[in-house]
Nanobody
Framework: QVQLVESGGGLVQAGGSLRLSCAAS????MGWFRQVPGKEREFVAA????????IYADSVKGRFTISRDNAKNTVYLQMNSLKPEDTAVYYC???????????????????WGQGTQVTVSS
């Protein structure tokens, strides 16, 4: 059974940084998504099993970095230059299919963490 546990959320001022972690029960294609009340969950970033392929939403490109430590089965989301519009609950997700490129569609991720709140104050 796939288990995902997120950590690292919190409150930060605009321009600040946070690093989210997601500890998984195995090695999978991993994605980060975020959701604000009343809106759909949106894609943020994803990485392949090896970490050799990564993709980002345009809204975070150049500010966020997804990485992984496969020895620890942990994926990270380093968030820099945070903006108030980055405020959301952030979820990590696992895609157990074998893919070369990680997908951005949330429908292809079948396992989700519990979510961690990120709040960016102006």
């Amino acid at each position: 059974q796939v288990q995902l546990v997120e950590s690292g959320g919190g409150l930060v001022q605009a321009g600040g940084s946070l690093r989210l972690s997601c500890a998984a029960s195995g090695r999978y294609t991993m994605g980060w998504f975020r959701q604000v009340p009343g809106k759909e969950r949106e894609f943020v970033a994803a990485t392949s099993r090896s970490g050799g392929s990564t993709i980002y939403a345009d809204s975070v490109k150049g500010r966020f970095t997804i990485s992984r430590d496969n020895a620890k089965n942990t994926v990270y989301l380093q968030m820099n230059s945070l903006k108030p519009e980055d405020t959301a609950v952030y979820y990590c997700a696992a895609d157990t299919s074998i893919r070369y490129y990680p997908p951005s569609s949330r429908d292809l991720y079948h396992y989700w963490g519990q979510g961690t709140q990120v709040t960016v104050s102006s």
